[in-house]
């Protein structure tokens, strides 16, 4: 017999599917040949049984977080007008499904009614996601789900009309641990410190060994000097005592050092966010790739944050003139080039003023813009 | 302005979150609740979750696709009560900290017809693997690991960017073609064929206008499904299945965000072998990897070629590793570099 201490160490995990999924999806298994598309949202999934599964994508709120009450309508709606099933869609959208388009139609006005919109296939904004930042999380240095909030407002005709060349997705994360889903999509907004952070010498210590010990460990074996990438964090004496500190020119405000401890400030003036373009995820087109960096610095002005909000309405509008159809904004840079886009985007003489030092000298990060660009970019705008 | 809290719930380790203030007056506890493979529901279990939700907390969810999980807020002090009822309900609280993390797979064969292996088969293997769990279980890494599945190239389950060890399905060679339907789909205006020919990225495709023959030169395919998704059931992907497995993706590490590095072919009946190769993937970074170091800063570190060797990792289609020559003239090299660089000089000596 398992004593109650190993019963309680046994996890229990969801592998038993048919107990998860609907009838109609078990019975369908590997058997989909084809798919219709009907208008954004709605999709015809033709089983070779002759079967047909309809599915109805409707827009979470920011960082896909909603109350207990709303999912269950949810479900009551899955359960009226479905075949009682839904999917949480990896990007945090909910899928009804159902078995007519009649009811997928049904589906949409109810939710729509309930104030979800239903949308996000085709050239279409498929969504925006956003990490939790000051909802949960330690790191945070920019409120991501009200950046996602005031950006979605701006794209939402998108979402429910389409009307872009190609997909287009946003991720929006609070800080440069990228939790939104890193750089590899069409646009990525990611919160900068915008300058090296001060260390909390009250509470530092809780994160170092003990003074005494402190003094004959190892620099290298210090948890926080190990964490920092480029050195910034290192041991100096002062009289007989060993301290941390951070050398402010060699870092690159990567927030690794925050995420591991929470005795580093930094100073809401510098923050802000920087805007990555030109990345994706899967093997269309010119297969996958990373964004990269547009706007190094932006401010982020709560609660409208015009500037973030304007800076990629104008991407988005850049990519429509110009994309041919089908054409994600990853591929339309790479037929035209970076510096073409640069130059439609209007950034050329910014970009000839922020000129930084060749790849190989700087560090694998891209986040540092050199010493004073945030405050003389911020005067530029 | 949260910071790191602590929450104790007998022997469970992983899979929940503990928030406190700075100054310590307020605590939250969030459950990172493993969802099914493929994230679909019966309105039944959603419910029994939605209940769990307001009965043992603030009635809050979050729907963290990506991740492969659901995020329930719940009341500290009835933390080990919502672990029962979720235990209950066929599910558990999953993995958090250094261990191995959410495995995601897309949706594949339960509502995908593009599908080249079964996903949701391959991640519910892993979660049962006695040595997955344990380390599932119990931080025990120099950092987070995660593992996603993608049934085709079209990557939903991100297993290019967002994984340690991503399987994505594809096929070899060229697409295959149903030329009689094709046909029937460009004279019914369903199918423009100069488009089709354009949007391919790797230029394999011609058509023939005079025969009506379209041809797609295997080759050269990139796998970049842009026909197969316009003119499918007309192309589909190619009979000959593999798996694709990439390592060293990841989005937060020491180095910043990558895309992981493709180093070979599993076949797709050979998927519980994923498990295997996962083991020896994972065994030099466990054993060597600075703390806070992904897989894929590990491999930066090592270098790629090195990395397949100290794991012992031989697959079928292993690609050549090296990387892009250097573009500055001066660097400190080891004498065996040296050495392997003279070596092929000195071969080329005696030749006329
Ligand atoms: S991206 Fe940064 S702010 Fe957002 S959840 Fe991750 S660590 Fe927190
Ligand atoms: S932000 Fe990054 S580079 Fe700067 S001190 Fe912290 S860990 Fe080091
Ligand atoms: S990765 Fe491919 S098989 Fe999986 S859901 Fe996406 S399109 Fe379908």
New binding site residues.
Partial sequence: MTSPKAARLQKVFPVELEKFLPEKVLKNYGKWVDRKYHGYGIIEHISETGDRVFTVKVSMPPNARISADTLEKFADVADKLGIGAVRVTMAGNLEILTDSLDKALKIKEEVEKMGFPVGGWGGALWGINSCTAYLTCTTAVVDSPSITKALGDALAPYFSEGGLPAKLRVFVSGCPALCAGGTAIDIAIVGQWGAPPRIREDVIGMCLPPPKALAKVKEAQIFLVQVCPTGALSLRREGDKVKLTLIGEKCINCARCKENCDAFDYDPEDVGVAILVGGKM?NTGGGARLARVLIPWLPANPPRYEEIVAVVKHIVEVWKQHANPGERLADFIDRVGWAKFIELAGLQDIFNYYQQVPEFARTFLHYRGMGEVPKRLRDAL | MWAAGSARIPYVYTGFIARRTRDGTISELHFRVTQPSGYLYSTEKLRQLVDIADKYGLGLIELAGQQGQMIISIKPELANEAIDALRSIGTDVAATGDSVRELAA????A??????YN?LEARDKFYTHPKIYEWLSNQLFPFKFKAKF????????RASHRADVGF??VWVGAPEVDLELFRKKVESGELDVEKIVARCPSGAISWDKEKKELKIDGSRCKKS?ECIRTAFPAIKPGKERKVAVVVGGNVKGRFGPKLGWFIGYLNPDQIKDAVDLTFKVIAPWEAEAQPKYRLGDYIMQTGLDKFIEKAGIKLEGAPFTGKKPDEVPYAVLPKEVRERFLMFAEKLKGRP
């Avoid at chain 2, 897309?106 to 064969?109: A, E, F, L």
């Avoid at chain 2, 993608?150 to 389950?157: I, K, L, Q």
Wanted: hydrophobic share 35%; aromatic share 4%.
């Fill in positions: 899967s | 897309c949706i594949g064969p509502l995908c017809e593009y599908a080249l996903t993608s049934g085709c190239p079209m990557d939903c389950a994505i399905g499904m």
